[in-house]
């Protein structure tokens, strides 16, 4: 058995995802091996995205590999964040220029930087943002992949004992400080007693980055030049991926 952990945005999706990407997943599944969607999008959006598109998947992992859970929605497991970090962290991301944050917890919302912009949008103030007992991730976006390096770097560099910012493009995603796509891709392999030489990671940004050099792994053509580097090879989509490993 072997298992493919692909990211969604950029790669799975790339191109959109046809009735030829979706066969090739069901024969690498009928195969039996397994196919997992690796993703910075939280919980409701990968599965919103899942139910949409109609692929067939083993398992769903959100946040950077925080969430595992089934397609069904079922959570099996989860990486927490102390709840008391949350305020201090999204108080540096506005301090920085950040307008707003999205925060998964059991729920998940917005907070923003202006009470004004908050009501329009119908979200949250620090000051009056729920309480929560976790968090999984927070997210933000900049207006540009500089801008948000800038942010990357200088959250790092504050919170590196205890969290993780993972940029992607403009966004940054901030897990717990063990936490990131190839830690996810682990726990997944002990969930079905995989071994580490049977995952295949593929992605195409930067918060792709440790499972492209923890595993074999595969680059998107279209991805960034660092992951391209990274990587053992290079695929223009999953299909032709599936392709190759089904030889």
Known sequence: MKFIGSDYDGTLNHGGIDETKKQAIEKWRKAGNVFAVISGRCVAEILEIYNEKQFGCDYLIAANGAVILKPDGEIITETRCKSD???????KLF???CEFAHVQSDIHFRVYADADIAKENKGFTLENMPE???????????????????????????????????????CIDIVRCDMNKAKGLYLLAEIVNGRKEDIIAVGDNINDRDM???????????????IKKLADYITDSITELIEKEME
């Open 132 to 170: 929560i007992d976790y968090f999984n991730q927070i997210s933000t976006m900049l207006e540009t992949p500089e801008e948000s390096a800038e942010v990357t770097s200088a959250v790092a560099e504050k919170f590196s004992e205890f969290l993780n910012p993972l940029q992607n493009g403009r």
């Open 85 to 91: 970090l949350a305020k201090p962290l999204l108080e």
């Open 95 to 97: 301090e920085l220029g």
């Open 212 to 226: 492209i050099s923890e595993f074999r792994s595969y680059a998107m053509a279209n991805g960034v030049e660092s």
